[in-house]
């Protein structure tokens, strides 16, 4: 398949990341309107709640598009995805006839506000890509028990924070937490000093389970992806983590990607697992490709500077899918929602340009980075720009996910200082 070609000029061209093939949905709001469901071609957004009050997006199961998220389109389930899919694109395609009534339903990105595209309903991130945790387990153990007994039999993953969930473009602020170095007794109760970002993909689930699924079911429940940075404090997470593992270190925020690129628009980048070093059980085997050839950038630009890049490395690099997160989240019984985000893992690959966190890129502050404006970082300073790009190349053009970005505001006065 190569590029579909839309009377919206602007999505025409290789290299723009929203074509028609494309069609990210996400929300969003002008001026003091109120936020709405909009679908991305080109330079422009669809807004959806005018198309459907104008009968250009009418279905029998509707109206979708009276409130500002999308989980009642994921409700809706497959079937109707693949419905709406088809619907937008034969509105969008070069030559439509209802493009003058659609022409007024367009509303221009640059004037447009961004929210969160989904109602997060629970929040699961995993510890699933393999460079990143021999990278880990080899800073802080001997490298040949770098890996957990358990990490090539199950996707390691945490209960998160939906609360700590942001959108794009908002601010994060410096956490405070208890801290401890080695050579101090006692620990102290200060602002982070190693707080880090994760370049990661979201994963979120559109249809709900109540029981134990297959790889190929829980790959079926998964409505579309976002870039997602789990930001982390190293050094309260090195405290608290034993031994149940992170809890306020990664609960400051998780910043999303405000376009959720849909698993149609990925079909043509499916890639496979890597090989595997010991066979997985029955219910968590390979069953085709269900990773994706998306590259994912980071760059960093310290304030009023311009960016540096940090690293480029791919979501194939992953060891576990997404649909193995899902089905392995199920065994127990542990019903899923609509709207319930995994998040992958850190991805980085196998060589130094490929880590996916600053942890790794300055090897636990011991190797610092020179960023292009002379500056040094072993972790992210105050005013810091983080931001994650990916984007998956076809033949002709171009998916793209937008970009996810968040600035390092300072920790606010001691909380409990009297």
Same mark, same amino acid.
């Given at each position: 398949?190569?590029?579909?070609?839309?009377?919206?000029?602007?999505?025409?061209?290789?290299?723009?990341?929203?074509?028609?093939?494309?069609?990210?949905?996400?929300?969003?709001?002008?001026?003091?309107d109120d936020p709405r469901c909009g679908v991305a071609i080109?330079?422009?957004?669809? &807004?959806?709640?005018?198309?459907? +009050?104008?009968?250009?997006?009418?279905?029998?199961?509707?109206?979708?598009?009276?409130?500002?998220?999308?989980?009642?389109?994921?409700?809706?389930?497959?079937?109707?995805?693949?419905?709406?899919?088809?619907?937008?694109?034969?509105?969008?395609?070069?030559?439509?006839?209802?493009?003058?009534?659609?022409?007024?339903?367009?509303?221009?990105?640059?004037?447009?506000?961004?929210?969160?595209?989904?109602?997060?309903? +629970?929040?699961?991130?995993?510890?699933?890509?393999?460079?990143? $945790?021999?990278?880990?387990?080899?800073?802080?153990?001997?490298?040949?028990?770098?890996?957990?007994?358990?990490?090539?039999?199950?996707?390691?993953?945490?209960?998160?924070?939906?609360?700590?969930?942001?959108?794009?473009?908002?601010?994060?602020?410096?956490?405070?937490? /208890?801290?401890?170095?080695?050579?101090?007794? /006692?620990?102290?109760?200060?602002?982070?000093?190693?707080?880090?970002?994760?370049?990661?993909?979201?994963?979120?689930?559109?249809?709900?389970?109540?029981?134990?699924?297959?790889?190929?079911?829980? &790959?079926?429940?998964?409505?579309?992806?976002?870039?997602?940075?789990?930001?982390?404090?190293?050094?309260? /997470?090195?405290?608290?983590?034993?031994?149940?593992?992170?809890? /306020?270190?990664? $609960?400051?925020?998780?910043?999303?990607?405000?376009?959720?690129?849909?698993?149609?628009?990925?079909?043509?980048?499916?890639?496979?697992?890597?090989?595997?070093?010991?066979?997985?059980?029955?219910?968590?085997?390979?069953?085709?490709?269900?990773?994706?050839?998306?590259?994912?950038?980071?760059?960093?630009?310290?304030?009023?500077?311009?960016?540096?890049?940090?690293?480029?490395?791919?979501?194939?690099?992953?060891?576990?899918?997404?649909?193995?997160?899902?089905?392995?989240?199920?065994?127990?019984?542990?019903?899923?929602?609509?709207?319930?985000?995994?998040?992958?893992?850190?991805?980085?690959?196998?060589?130094?340009? +490929?880590?996916?966190?600053?942890?790794?890129?300055?090897?636990?502050?011991?190797?610092?980075?020179?960023?292009?404006?002379?500056?040094?970082?072993?972790?992210?300073?105050?005013?810091?720009?983080?931001?994650?790009?990916?984007?998956?190349?076809?033949?002709?053009?171009?998916?793209?996910?937008?970009?996810?970005?968040?600035?390092?505001?300072?920790?606010?006065?001691?909380?409990?200082?009297?």
């Amino acid at each position: 398949m190569g590029l579909m070609k839309s009377w919206v000029a602007s999505a025409n061209t290789v290299d723009h990341p929203f074509p028609l093939n494309n069609l990210p949905y996400g929300v969003f709001s002008v001026g003091g309107d109120d936020p709405r469901c909009g679908v991305a071609i080109g330079d422009m957004i669809l &807004d959806c709640l005018a198309a459907e +009050e104008a009968g250009l997006l009418e279905f029998d199961e509707g109206p979708f598009f009276d409130v500002p998220f999308w989980n009642e389109v994921m409700e809706a389930g497959p079937r109707f995805w693949a419905e709406l899919r088809a619907r937008l694109q034969e509105l969008l395609a070069e030559g439509a006839a209802a493009r003058s009534e659609l022409e007024t339903c367009l509303v221009a990105q640059v004037d447009a506000e961004m929210h969160l595209p989904f109602l997060v309903a +629970e929040y699961t991130d995993f510890y699933a890509g393999r460079h990143h $945790a021999f990278n880990v387990g080899s800073m802080f153990r001997d490298p040949a028990n770098a890996l957990p007994p358990n990490w090539l039999h199950i996707p390691i993953g945490y209960n998160g924070r939906a609360s700590s969930v942001v959108v794009s473009g908002t601010p994060v602020r410096r956490p405070w937490g /208890q801290l401890k170095s080695p050579d101090h007794a /006692q620990p102290a109760f200060l602002p982070s000093r190693r707080f880090d970002f994760e370049l990661e993909m979201g994963a979120i689930v559109g249809t709900p389970s109540d029981r134990p699924v297959t790889v190929d079911e829980a &790959d079926a429940m998964i409505f579309g992806y976002v870039l997602l940075n789990d930001w982390s404090a190293r050094d309260i /997470q090195a405290w608290e983590y034993q031994p149940l593992g992170p809890f /306020q270190a990664k $609960a400051t925020a998780t910043s999303l990607s405000p376009w959720i690129v849909t698993q149609a628009a990925l079909a043509p980048f499916r890639a496979s697992c890597p090989p595997r070093d010991v066979e997985l059980l029955p219910h968590l085997r390979d069953t085709g490709p269900m990773l994706y050839d998306i590259t994912l950038t980071a760059s960093i630009a310290p304030e009023g500077k311009p960016p540096t890049k940090l690293s480029q490395t791919n979501y194939r690099e992953m060891y576990y899918s997404a649909a193995q997160q899902l089905a392995h989240h199920t065994t127990s019984g542990c019903p899923m929602n609509p709207g319930d985000l995994l998040g992958s893992g850190t991805i980085s690959g196998p060589t130094k340009p +490929e880590r996916g966190s600053l942890l790794e890129l300055s090897w636990g502050g011991k190797d610092p980075i020179t960023l292009d404006t002379g500056e040094v970082r072993s972790f992210l300073e105050d005013g810091d720009t983080l931001t994650l790009s990916g984007h998956a190349k076809g033949d002709g053009f171009t998916i793209g996910f937008g970009t996810c970005s968040g600035k390092i505001l300072p920790a606010l006065p001691d909380p409990y200082a009297r």
